[in-house]
């Protein structure tokens, strides 16, 4: 039995890669930072897909301790930890020059520096298994940047940079770290946009459409497999073909 936390899994991809690893048998833990409801049904689902153990886990991962306490609650409460799944994440938009330290700060902390020390305390009880997989949820917009961002964009552009390195650190320890990059997906956010900018930004993605949050998780289920184990230090773009590179 593998088990893994997802971080940010009480909705969108992030609860979508729960309930595709609950699917496929492993342990989860689920992550919410405010919705406990939300988080719970989350929790729920798994445990009707299939997962043998299902356990929900609060934390503001803005703040520096709590990456820390979430890993040591989560690996106690699922009797250990192969897999982290870095989603959580959170936006503070704006243009530049009316961005506030304060936006900045939250969204690199957030997004950025909340993977670094999540993943720091998971790779040390992945090195003691000889096995493990990290997978963090970059963007297009750290790949091709996005008006608007400046911070997010920063943020997830640091994750592949981060998943680079942190990759040649562990391979030989049977670790791989990689990273997926989505584009638009079905979401809130993107429901809730006026028809037409919906239709512009669908006119700028060759698929035609926006991606599902399934179809990010079954991604990450992949990666995190043993079929992937030869993948490593790879950022891998699904985005229906928005930003070939």
């Given at each position: 039995m593998k088990r893994a936390l997802i971080t940010g899994s009480s909705r969108g991809i992030g609860k979508?890669?729960?309930?595709?690893?609950?699917?496929?048998?492993?342990?989860?833990?689920?992550?919410?930072?405010?919705?406990?409801?939300?988080?719970?049904?989350?929790?729920?689902?798994?445990?009707?897909?299939?997962?043998?153990?299902?356990?929900?886990?609060?934390?503001?991962?803005?703040?520096?301790t709590a990456a820390g306490e979430l890993v040591a609650a989560a690996s106690q409460a699922l009797g250990g930890l192969d897999v982290l799944v870095n989603n959580a994440g959170v936006t503070r938009d704006g243009l530049?020059?009316?961005?506030?330290?304060?936006?900045?700060?939250?969204?690199?902390?957030?997004?950025?520096?909340?993977?670094?020390?999540?993943?720091?305390?998971a790779i040390k009880?992945?090195?003691?298994?000889?096995?493990?997989?990290?997978?963090?949820?970059?963007?297009?917009?750290?790949?091709?940047?996005n008006a608007g961002q400046a911070n997010y964009a920063a943020a997830k552009a640091g994750l592949v940079g981060f998943t680079k390195s942190v990759a040649k650190e562990y391979a030989a320890r049977g670790i791989t770290v990689n990273a997926v990059a989505p584009g638009f997906i079905e979401s809130d956010m993107t429901a809730a946009l006026p028809d037409k900018v919906r239709q512009e930004y669908l006119k700028a993605i060759p698929a035609g459409r926006f991606g599902r949050p399934e179809e990010v998780a079954k991604l990450v289920a992949f990666l995190a497999s043993d079929e992937a184990a030869y993948i490593n230090g790879q950022t891998i773009v699904i985005d229906g073909g928005l930003y070939p590179h």
């Open positions: 979508a890669v729960a309930l595709e690893l609950a699917a496929r048998g492993y342990a989860v833990a689920v992550h919410y930072a405010g919705n406990e409801a939300a988080a719970r049904e989350t929790a729920a689902a798994a445990g009707e897909l299939g997962s043998p153990l299902v356990t929900v886990h609060r934390a503001d991962l803005s703040q520096a530049l020059i009316r961005m506030k330290d304060a936006d900045w700060d939250e969204v690199i902390a957030t997004n950025l520096s909340a993977v670094f020390r999540l993943t720091r305390e009880l992945m090195m003691k298994a000889r096995w493990g997989r990290v997978i963090n949820v970059s963007s297009i917009a750290g790949l091709m940047g």
